[in-house]
């Protein structure tokens, strides 16, 4: 069993590709339910958050939270969701979220510009330029948002596992191929990729609890042991070693904890 995520331009058909793999697998479809559990257990309006992870790059200073606490929240809840496998996520950037896990098949879809189009004429009743213009409009917001928080293009197709273009090809060929995919040895959860899991959901909470104050800090976690990469020549001041107090007691599956000065953040750090 594995953990599909779906990424796509707007209007794509993405949607319908991840509801038809999450039926046909018999696994666990979830997209908005991220953001929601992540306003819910981080004390966010829902407005604020959706309007910052659409909106330009720089809508997201305008809030008492950086960027770095917004993907902490949103990845901290992702992982919650797929920590029993068996999921399809479409959303955010899932592919970067839950980078590291072995198991995780990362799927492109992507589709003709012209069909783009009918969609959104039909769909909003406008002419073809209009309906151009919103699709390169949102296009250019999911780049410009992807490449502030992760360097990185959404197009590039080197992110992705298999990308699929809808053009000549239908959803059922889509969900064909990624089911075809899911089911192949590299992408079947081993006890090595299960621990990988629980272990970056473990270090992915604590993050998330120390975000706001410390926003630069790094966490990695191995079978329970968590190191806490910070800059600064004393990370054990009284401030810091308050909040790690109350975040082990709070936080389930922490067996050790360790900070780190100095040192440059490793790359399997959340």
Not at 12 to 18: L, N, R, T, Y
Not at 197 to 209: E, I, N
Not at 251 to 270: M, N, Q, R, W, Y
């Amino acid at each position: 069993m594995c953990i599909i995520t779906i990424s796509r331009g707007s209007y794509s058909m993405g949607k319908a590709v991840a509801q038809q793999v999450a039926q046909r697998l018999n696994y666990q479809l979830i997209s908005r339910e991220v953001l929601l559990d992540a306003c819910s257990r981080f004390n966010i309006s829902e407005i604020k958050l959706e309007k910052a992870i659409h909106d330009a790059p720089g809508i997201l200073e305008r809030y008492r939270h950086s960027k770095q606490s917004y993907i902490a929240y949103i990845r901290s809840s992702l992982m919650e969701r797929i920590a029993d496998d068996n999921v399809v996520y479409h959303g955010l950037a899932g592919h970067l979220l839950l980078k590291g896990i072995g198991h995780v098949l990362k799927v492109r879809i992507n589709a003709d510009m012209e069909k783009r189009i009918r969609i959104v004429m039909e769909r909003d009743q406008i002419p073809a330029d209009a309906a151009r213009q919103r699709i390169q409009e949102d296009d250019n917001q999911r780049r410009k948002w992807t490449h502030s928080l992760y360097g990185q293009d959404p197009m590039d197709a080197s992110l992705y596992d298999l990308t699929i273009c809808i053009d000549k090809l239908s959803v059922d060929h889509a969900v064909d191929f990624i089911c075809q995919a899911a089911a192949t040895d590299g992408f079947k959860s081993t006890e090595k990729n299960l621990q990988k899991a629980k272990d970056m959901a473990v270090a992915c909470r604590v993050k998330a609890a120390l975000v706001d104050e410390f926003p630069h800090i790094g966490v990695t976690c191995e079978y329970g042991n968590v190191l806490i990469y910070i800059k600064g020549r004393d990370p054990m001041n009284a401030k810091l070693s308050k909040k790690l107090a109350h975040v082990r007691e709070a936080t389930a599956g922490i067996f050790h904890v360790e900070t780190h000065a100095g040192s440059e953040l490793p790359a399997d750090a959340v």
